[in-house]
């Protein structure tokens, strides 16, 4: 069955999967733009009463089809994972999208890769960040931010009329309540690894797999305290407490600047996705090229595409308190030709993604 046929077949069957209270929903098949201007077809199921619904995309269920051709299953998949993103729009935070007061404080930004977005983001409100290629767009969050797979919605242009509020004040509020609402988290790399394992080992194998890290782990009452400390060939993953859009945090205002003067060094920032970046000090010894072709080969083996943030690396110098890009857009399109064919996108079926709405008038 070719894809087009499956989406059809999709469309006319699911009701058949769906409660009896689903009977007067309009089933419509969209073409979803998300970032990195990747496209995708969610299926999109709406009764008149419903004011925000969720996309349920379909390519990661066409391939599971490729595979098994059971059709029933694939059915009864996106009925269940429909109802229960259903049943998650009731923690959806009471707001009017009219009402700029209602909005305000639930208005927060994220770090998107300006150039691979130019479509995207035509007509979003967003700010470029200066000698880099990330730009920050204003999104409105919709549900909780401790949920896994937040709901939120973009800030377009027509808002700001709709609410009277200028560009620069609508951005301004969007950092601060990010900055508040979605804390930043840096922790070695190595801590991350062994805080993943220690579940399955025992405690004697935990003692050797610390002294194979030689890693320390700080109490949680130090950890505030060595939260910015960098070690020279160490690496920092630096993200936010829910984990997701956690790359945004370099936005932060003097954050990048405490962790420059903590550590009394500049440092590399390594683009590792839109959901987190990593840290190495620049003690003089590294090479921003090489940094560089670590980051485009992870990029296209083990980060999904459209959560790719950057091919470039960044530099921080906490002298002149400045975030540049510290290599160069001409070198990374000719190191692109040279691995371009050698890495593949695997692939990234989640059972649940990130949450996007389709949202009713």
């Not at 209602?102 to 960040?129: G, H, T």
Request: charged letters at 30%; one cysteine or more; proline letters at 3%.
């Amino acid at each position: 069955m070719t894809y087009e046929k499956f989406m059809e077949q999709v469309k006319e069957q699911i009701m058949s999967f769906l409660p009896e209270e689903y009977a007067n929903a309009d089933v419509t098949i969209q073409e979803v733009s998300k970032n990195n201007n990747q496209k995708f077809h969610a299926i999109c199921i709406k009764r008149p009463e419903d004011r925000i619904v969720p996309n349920v995309y379909l390519e990661d269920y066409y391939r599971t089809y490729e595979d098994d051709g059971n059709m029933e299953n694939i059915l009864t998949a996106i009925a269940r994972i429909y109802k229960k993103n259903m049943e998650n729009n009731e923690n959806l935070l009471p707001f009017e999208v009219k009402d700029y007061e209602s909005v305000k404080n639930r208005l927060y930004v994220v770090a998107l890769n300006r150039n691979n977005n130019q479509d995207y983001l035509r007509d979003a409100v967003r700010r470029d960040i200066t000698e880099t290629d990330i730009t920050s767009v204003v999104r409105v969050l919709c549900t909780n931010n401790q949920e896994k797979g937040m709901s939120s919605f973009m800030v377009k242009s027509g808002m700001l009329e709709m609410w009277g509020i200028s560009r620069e004040e609508i951005y301004e509020q969007a950092l601060k309540n990010t900055e508040r609402i979605f804390k930043p988290d840096m922790r070695n790399i190595k801590e991350i690894l062994l805080s993943g394992c220690m579940e399955t080992l025992s405690e004697e194998e935990q003692e050797e797999f610390r002294g194979f890290l030689n890693l320390d782990i700080p109490e949680q009452d130090q950890r505030a305290e060595k939260s910015k400390e960098i070690l020279p060939y160490e690496q920092y993953v630096l993200t936010n407490i829910a984990q997701i859009n956690g790359a945004t945090v370099i936005l932060y205002p003097n954050l990048l600047q405490e962790i420059g003067e903590a550590t009394q060094s500049n440092f590399f920032i390594l683009p590792s996705s839109i959901h987190e970046v990593i840290l190495m000090k620049d003690n003089g010894d590294m090479n921003a090229e090489e940094l560089q072709r670590m980051v485009m080969e992870i990029n296209r083996t083990q980060v999904a595409p459209e959560e790719v943030l950057s091919d470039e690396v960044y530099s921080y110098d906490y002298r002149q308190q400045k975030l540049t890009m510290a290599t160069s857009p001409i070198q990374t399109k000719e190191l692109l030709d040279q691995i371009t064919g050698m890495c593949d996108h695997g692939d990234f079926m989640e059972e649940e993604q990130e949450a996007d709405l389709c949202m009713g008038e």
